[in-house]
């Protein structure tokens, strides 16, 4: 008997996972951020799915929640189940923003979420998963492989979780548990991290919080001129994230499951993805510049020029 613990599944690839594995007949338990406070996706969850599928309230960042969560999981599992037979920590949030502009706190909530939430459900789970002998998958992403203009903070999380499941893999092995990373490419528009209202609300924290000397040096009509060309480069990616949860199902059911799963929109992009990591950056850093001769230049480098 399989049964699941999918978090962040308020929306994105954690609600269409929950909606899909419910539909496969399986005991799904959704962990949403909202549960308990009236999310719109926890509530199309209880009213869509079977009832194999339960909500589940979960803040990954709070120790109580968690052991909550685990309790309740405990509870309801079905007679028939050892333990819990997979965790998917698919839970997180985005962070754009040249390095210089994001501030110590919003590094900190990224990294909090990304991921020691992924550290902290994976260690308060793994005594029902190596009952079950089952699995952990992690949700990463192709930008913890290969660091990008504007995204460091984002990026510095998936590859924390790169590192994590490949040590907790090896530590795993004794004990018949399989761990599975699964890398979406250009997927933004598939989550809800470029709604406008989400984008605008980073676009003036990074604004309200920049310290006064780098806003000065970069000026304003740069910092509005890239934070635009991120907005648009975000949005034109890939919509259909059927490609990814049929990764994620993989990684869950599969008896023997590949160790990764890099999921690109389309051939061209994994190509683009998996080259990036194997020529020399004398090649590849051109392939993700920002800058050319048209752009805005910082107001400092205007200044000197």
Same mark, same amino acid.
């Given at each position: 008997?399989?049964?699941?613990?999918?978090? /962040?599944?308020?929306?994105?690839? /954690?609600?269409?996972?929950?909606? %899909?594995?419910?539909?496969?007949?399986?005991?799904?338990?959704?962990?949403?951020?909202?549960?308990? $406070?009236?999310?719109?996706?926890?509530?199309?969850? %209880?009213?869509?799915?079977? $009832?194999?599928?339960?909500? @589940?309230?979960?803040?990954?960042?709070?120790?109580?929640?968690?052991?909550?969560?685990?309790?309740? #999981?405990?509870?309801?599992?079905?007679?028939?189940?050892?333990?819990?037979?997979?965790?998917?920590?698919?839970?997180?949030?985005?962070?754009?923003?040249?390095?210089?502009?994001?501030?110590?706190?919003? *590094?900190?909530?990224?990294?909090? #979420?990304?991921?020691?939430?992924?550290? %902290?459900?994976?260690?308060?789970?793994?005594?029902?998963?190596?009952?079950?002998?089952?699995?952990?998958?992690?949700?990463?992403?192709?930008?913890?492989?290969?660091?990008?203009?504007?995204?460091?903070?984002?990026?510095?999380?998936?590859?924390?979780?790169?590192?994590?499941?490949?040590?907790?893999?090896?530590?795993?092995?004794?004990?018949? !548990?399989? !761990?599975?990373?699964?890398? &979406?490419?250009?997927?933004?528009?598939?989550?809800?991290? #470029?709604? &406008?209202? @989400?984008?605008?609300?980073?676009?003036?924290?990074?604004?309200?919080?920049?310290?006064?000397? @780098?806003?000065?040096?970069?000026?304003?009509? *740069?910092?509005?001129?890239?934070?635009?060309?991120?907005?648009?480069?975000?949005?034109?990616?890939?919509?259909?994230?059927?490609?990814?949860?049929?990764?994620?199902?993989?990684? #869950?059911?599969?008896?023997?499951?590949?160790? %990764?799963?890099?999921?690109?929109?389309?051939?061209?992009? *994994?190509?683009?993805?998996?080259?990036?990591?194997?020529?020399?950056?004398?090649?590849?850093?051109?392939?993700?510049?920002?800058?050319?001769?048209?752009?805005?230049? &910082?107001?400092?480098?205007?200044?000197?020029?």
């Amino acid at each position: 008997m399989f049964d699941f613990l999918t978090t /962040g599944c308020d929306s994105g690839f /954690g609600f269409r996972l929950a909606k %899909r594995l419910d539909s496969l007949g399986f005991t799904v338990f959704a962990g949403c951020l909202l549960a308990d $406070s009236g999310g719109e996706g926890a509530k199309k969850l %209880r009213a869509e799915c079977s $009832s194999r599928l339960s909500t @589940v309230q979960i803040d990954v960042t709070d120790d109580g929640q968690v052991k909550a969560a685990v309790q309740q #999981v405990k509870d309801n599992l079905p007679t028939e189940s050892e333990g819990l037979y997979a965790l998917v920590n698919n839970a997180g949030v985005w962070q754009p923003g040249e390095i210089e502009w994001v501030s110590i706190a919003a *590094y900190r909530r990224v990294m909090e #979420v990304n991921t020691f939430g992924a550290v %902290r459900v994976t260690k308060a789970f793994l005594p029902l998963i190596r009952k079950a002998k089952g699995r952990v998958v992690n949700v990463t992403s192709a930008a913890g492989l290969h660091a990008t203009p504007a995204a460091a903070a984002y990026c510095m999380t998936k590859a924390a979780v790169e590192f994590f499941s490949d040590a907790l893999r090896h530590e795993m092995h004794k004990w018949g !548990v399989k !761990v599975v990373i699964v890398e &979406p490419g250009n997927f933004a528009p598939s989550t809800d991290i #470029v709604l &406008p209202e @989400v984008f605008n609300k980073h676009t003036e924290d990074l604004r309200t919080n920049m310290e006064e000397a @780098v806003k000065k040096d970069y000026g304003m009509e *740069y910092f509005d001129f890239k934070m635009e060309q991120l907005r648009v480069e975000s949005e034109n990616e890939e919509k259909d994230p059927t490609a990814v949860i049929d990764a994620m199902v993989d990684a #869950v059911t599969l008896t023997n499951p590949a160790h %990764r799963y890099l999921v690109g929109s389309s051939f061209e992009d *994994y190509l683009f993805w998996t080259w990036l990591g194997y020529f020399p950056t004398l090649w590849t850093d051109p392939t993700l510049s920002t800058e050319n001769g048209g752009e805005p230049k &910082p107001a400092m480098l205007q200044e000197t020029n």
